[in-house]
């Protein structure tokens, strides 16, 4: 399924926001996840659908100033 991924397009199999971050390798990391600017919190990322051409942001807090 093509789906845009942090502004870019990317073919990518996943049936859920989880699958997706596993497909990516980022699964277990801290990571803030939002679909179609809908901020999707930990527990909900298996049960969180995704379909084609859906924006995904995945972002990751950086220490420092």
Do not use: C, K
Request: aromatic share 6%; charged share 25%.
């Amino acid at each position: 399924m093509t789906l845009i991924i942090n502004g870019e397009e990317q073919e990518v199999a996943a049936a859920n926001l989880a699958d997706l971050l596993l497909a990516l390798d980022y699964e277990g990391e801290w990571l803030a996840t939002a679909v179609n600017g809908e901020l999707v919190h930990r527990e909900d990322r298996a049960a969180f659908p995704l379909g084609a051409y859906d924006r995904i942001e995945i972002l990751s807090p950086m220490q420092g100033g």
